[in-house]
């Protein structure tokens, strides 16, 4: 490492494509979004694990993915869509477990008020009530997901569990008349693919706006290419997620409420005096009981005023070899965490 490290730059460059950790395994190869190899080291100060080598597969395709897994290329694949995983429970696959655990995040659509027509209240809450979210939860996701519609998810401190929005389509027409566009718009909204659910959920949003008039264009791309836009402003409408960064109310609070700092809000330019403030007071009130009844308020605001239709909460899943032992998602929130040194290969 110490030979890579140039003036003022800690080795940062180098280590962009490299690896210098302490931990369990040694990264052997990586090549991006292909591949990362790597080998158990024999000089772990916790032991050796018991899998010695780990090769994790970059498979963008959920059908890809479920063809290797299948065939038994790969021992886990946990990108596969919902429909995939219903179809190996009611065939009873043989070989195969599935699991599914609550995630710490949820999938919302994005609403950039620079777009006139999404400028006003009365359009932004239209769209919620256009929207069918059993639709979307029951047929999409064949239920592996939990209600939400509002942002802080459930098992954290603050979570609202009122569901103010129902799909009805006279609701959202009324709403649509008095926001000024009672024969609806066009919009683009764009979502990430290859995905295993955003395409299809993005269809069904096309289908829900269009019973009111509004005329959904959908556009797709990688994370990489939709990003950069989205960061910028740069998107009329977006169906995207939001994981949990650290286990607090406040990790949600800022990114969906505070306009003043560059996530969620300010990319749907979104600046709401209130609500920037009440988030502020929120994450520094010491008593929990204060704290609930803030974040209650909150929640409310940002759900009837605010630039986002929340879906639901995300539930994780995967589907292993059914000889794959210990593959347990340890304590994550945005992101998959798993303890590579609790896996073992049992076969019988």
């Known amino acids: ?35 990362v190899d ?15 080598r780990i090769v994790i597969r970059d498979m963008p395709e959920p059908s890809a993915q479920r ?29 195969l477990n599935i699991v ?16 006139a027509p999404l400028a006003k209240e009365q359009v932004r809450e239209a769209v919620r009530f256009a929207i069918d979210y059993n639709a979307i939860l029951q047929g999409v996701l064949r239920g592996e997901g939990l209600p939400l519609q ?20 006279n609701k959202a027409r ?70 949990v960064d650290y286990p607090d109310p406040d990790a949600l609070a800022k990114p ?18 209130k609500a920037t403030d009440l988030t502020k007071k929120a994450a520094l009130e010491r008593d929990p009981a204060r704290r609930i009844a803030m974040y209650k308020e909150l929640t409310e605001l940002v759900a009837h005023k605010g630039p986002f239709a929340i879906l639901y909460q995300f539930a994780d899943a995967w589907v292993l070899r059914s000889y794959v032992k210990g593959f347990e998602e340890a304590a994550a929130l945005a992101t998959f965490h798993f303890d590579f040194t609790k896996i073992s290969k049992v076969r019988q």
């Open 256 to 273: 969906f409420a505070d306009g003043t700092i560059r996530q969620l809000a300010y990319r749907n330019a979104w600046m709401d005096p």
């Open 150 to 169: 509002t942002f802080i998810p459930s098992g954290y401190l603050g979570h609202n569990r009122a569901l103010p929005f129902k799909q009805d389509l």
């Open 100 to 115: 599914v655990v609550p995630g710490h995040g949820m999938e919302y659509v994005g609403m950039n008020v620079k777009y």
């Open 38 to 52: 790597m080998v158990a080291n024999a000089t772990y100060w916790r032991g050796i694990p018991p899998v010695k």
């Open 174 to 243: 009324q709403l649509l008349a008095e926001g000024g566009y009672p024969n609806g718009f066009e919009v683009e909204l764009a979502t990430q693919a290859p995905h295993a659910s955003r395409p299809d959920v993005a269809q069904v949003i096309q289908d829900n706006l269009g019973k009111v008039g509004i005329k959904v264009k959908i556009t797709t791309g990688t994370g990489a290419v939709v990003l950069p836009k989205y960061r910028e402003q740069g998107l009329q409408m977006v169906l995207w997620g939001w994981g």
């Open 1 to 35: 490492m110490e030979q890579h490290i140039r003036e003022g730059e800690l080795g940062v460059d180098w280590l962009k494509d490299h690896s210098a950790g302490s931990g369990p395994y040694i990264l052997m190869r990586w090549e991006r979004n292909e591949v």
């Open 67 to 95: 063809i290797a897994l299948e065939r038994g290329d790969i021992d886990v694949a946990w990108d596969l869509t919902a429909q995939m995983r219903q179809e190996i429970r009611t065939a009873k696959t043989p070989g």
